[in-house]
């Protein structure tokens, strides 16, 4: 990625995180060169612990792409972090609300506009016993079908040794990651199809198996079945499509 196209504060984010993450992980980064150069591309990762966005960010800045990330707004509430996310054009998304649409045209532009937009279909941190990928939400899906953008899975493992969700403790010890890219998920059977619930739920089935089983080759065991996420209240924004 030529740095002359970065904002100045895109700029300052790099320099803030990345010799943090120089010095705080141990990398493993595989298939690179599957991660389309010039382009709009979905970028899907499985999601692990909250550390995980910085090692997929970075893994993806070290590519050559700057990752837009969509995430909860709340997050963008919180003091200087906020306003970093927002110069850094992350994409802010309350879920279960109209201001969802907004987040969807925004993602629909920066893909139009070549931009390497990185969805979680999971909506949060798994909550498989194992870490397996659970079953999706069909954002990802949604935008793709809108956009014809190629959805490519990335899987990353290792950043639960530094946060882990199930136990919800911290580790600042220095932490061995594997980060890796599969082949653009192959989604041509539904090209013009009406977003139905069906059609949504179908895609998304195809692309957090691709998700599983390309985590599958960094991790050590056979990847299970997508696990079932435990039955929440519907008007729980985190379980919004």
Known sequence: MAQHRLGFWQRFAVMLVLPVMTVWTKR??????????????????NHVSHFDPLVVAHYIYKAGRWPRFLGKASIWRVPVIGPLLVRTKQVPVERGSVEAVKSLETLVEALNEGGAVVIYPEGTTTRSPDLWPMRGKTGAARL???????VIPIANWGSQTVFDPRTNKFKATRAAVTVTTGDPVDLSRWDGAEP?????DEMTEKI?????????TIRDGEPPALYDRPARRASTSEDAS
């Open 208 to 216: 957090m198996l691709a998700i599983r089983d390309l985590l599958g």
């Open 28 to 45: 493993t980064w595989l298939g690179m060169e599957k991660l389309p150069k010039t382009g709009g591309v979905i970028l899907v990762p």
């Open 144 to 150: 793709a079908l809108l956009t014809g953008a190629p």
């Open 196 to 200: 139905s619930r069906q059609v949504l």
